[in-house]
């Protein structure tokens, strides 16, 4: 048993929703979830620049946190860090990465779309993925930057109409691309999930990682003998903001998640 957190890192909100899936099945794991929102976004960032802020970040995780695994909750980080930060850390550290393999499987057209950032989309581990497990589909690439910027800033306000108005470009392309899945390959999109499945109508089955990272992270705790059996508090730590902008900015995600500011 260990009752070390297991730190959760993003560029912003985009991990809570993993973050959830695995505190509803391990209720008893203690988490510090962080928003890198100082060097947000990651998509336009290059690789040799995202690889030292992700060291650099999980440098300072744990020498505040001794945590005893981390999951990179963002695919843009883990496509481009992933390697970086396992053969620099030596406790677990779980990725998210696009949802190609079990795309590839469920599509009947072999026409699939990914929806990601632009660094994702353009990133050669993506293109790898795609050459492994999907070199007999289509694989139409759309980089939904501005729908990241819009849910990491604007969706707390947002009318619908907004909403509708900020997907239609990729709603438009994936439908014109003729594809009968998407996957969602950044995780800023899954507090989209049901207006995206709605927009892009029932032809596009919607695929995302969420369920299969948190099942990692379960088998990965099990496993090594990590996991918890006693609950504290769960942390959110925000960096590049002052103490007003974090609570006037972020107060909602402290509310809905059950976590504390620190
Ligand atoms: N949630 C990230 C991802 O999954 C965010 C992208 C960004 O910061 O550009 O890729």
Redesign the pocket.
């Not at 990601?116 to 994702?120: D, E, G, K, L, W």
């Given at each position: 048993m260990n009752k070390q957190p297991v730190v959760i890192i993003?560029?912003?909100i985009?991990?809570l929703p993993y973050m959830e899936w695995i505190k509803s099945r391990l209720p008893d794991e203690n988490f510090v979830y962080i928003a890198d929102n100082k060097?947000?976004?990651?998509?336009?960032k290059t690789r040799d620049d995202l690889i030292r802020i992700m060291t650099e970040t999980m440098s300072w995780a744990v020498d505040k946190f001794r945590p005893k695994a981390a999951v990179i909750?963002?695919?843009?980080?883990?496509v481009v860090s992933l390697a970086a930060l396992r053969s620099n850390f030596s406790f677990p550290i779980i990725g998210?990465v696009p949802a190609v393999k079990p795309a590839a499987f469920m599509t009947a057209k072999k026409r699939i779309g990914l929806m990601?950032?632009?660094?994702?989309i353009d990133d050669e581990y993506t293109e790898k993925l795609i050459t492994d497990f999907a070199s007999q589909c289509v694989v139409a690439r759309f980089a939904g930057?501005e729908i990241?910027n819009f849910i990491?800033n604007e969706l707390q306000a947002a009318a619908e109409a907004q909403i509708t108005a900020v997907l239609k470009p990729a709603a438009d392309f994936f439908k014109k691309s003729d594809v009968d899945s998407v996957v969602l390959?950044?995780?800023?999109?899954l507090f989209l999930e049901d207006e995206i499945r709605n927009n892009f109508g029932d032809g596009i089955r919607i695929i995302d990682s969420r369920e299969g990272v948190g099942r990692q992270v379960i088998k990965v705790l099990t496993e090594k003998g990590l996991l918890s059996d006693e609950k504290k508090t769960d942390y959110f730590h925000i960096t590049g903001l002052s103490d007003e902008e974090k609570i006037s900015r972020y107060g909602w995600v402290l509310n809905k998640y059950g976590l504390c500011a620190v």
């Open positions: 993003d560029s912003g985009g991990g060097n947000f976004p990651f998509g336009t909750a963002c695919n843009t980080a883990s998210v990601a950032s632009n660094r994702t930057t990241i990491e390959g950044c995780t800023h999109f």
